[in-house]
């Protein structure tokens, strides 16, 4: 059993241990956790603080190698790194704004009470489509639910599931078939969008 740190154990000093006995990095995690959150925090909101901080220290658990022995207060580093993961989940972010203002809105030419009247009727049968999906086997219904739900395209799904494109589009008809006979000859893929939304 390893022996506590000292308490007046600077971080330089509790990071070069944890080299040769990684759970000494707690001491870091223990000492600046709740700081690095709080600025996490202010910079992202409270929601994807927890996330972030969580990231945070484990690159600093991973980098803890590259740290210079010489700064004693493992703050700035920490800080350094979280900057960094809060400008990576920014640009995620906003490629993410710019990726939805491109895809066209669904359902555009319907009016309102169609739309409407088509989720009304979609979650209707949630139940029965939940119930019909769960008793296909396990990789018919993670292929079901990469194409229908995650609407990734066969090559994608393909390679997902790591089998080839013919593959994928022999087990889809075929899925397609169990799904509308258990739902009663409706087609199941119209009902994903608006089951799941």
């Not at 989940?89 to 939805?100: G, S």
Request: aromatic share 8%; charged share 30%.
């Amino acid at each position: 059993m390893t022996a506590p740190p000292p308490s007046d154990e600077d971080d330089a000093a509790s990071i070069a241990a944890s080299r040769a006995e990684p759970e000494r990095f707690a001491v870091i995690f223990d000492r600046h956790s709740e700081e690095i959150h709080r600025y996490v925090a202010w910079r992202l909101g409270a929601g994807t603080a927890d996330d972030v901080v969580a990231d945070t220290f484990l690159v600093a658990f991973r980098r803890r190698g590259d740290y210079d022995l010489d700064q004693t207060d493992a703050r700035p580093w920490l800080y350094g790194i979280a900057s960094n993961l809060i400008k990576d989940h920014r640009r995620a972010e906003t490629r993410r704004h710019r990726m939805l203002a491109r895809t066209p809105a669904a359902h555009a030419t319907e009016s309102f009470d169609e739309r409407s009247t088509a989720r009304i009727a979609a979650q209707s049968m949630q139940p029965r489509l939940r119930a019909v999906i769960a008793k296909l086997s396990a990789a018919d219904r993670d292929l079901l639910l990469l194409i229908a739900w995650a609407e990734l395209s066969y090559e994608q799904a393909a390679q997902a599931l790591g089998v080839p494109v013919g593959t994928v589009r022999s087990r889809l008809h075929r899925i397609r078939k169990k799904v509308r006979r258990g739902l009663g000859g409706i087609d199941p893929t119209s009902m994903f969008e608006e089951a799941w939304a």
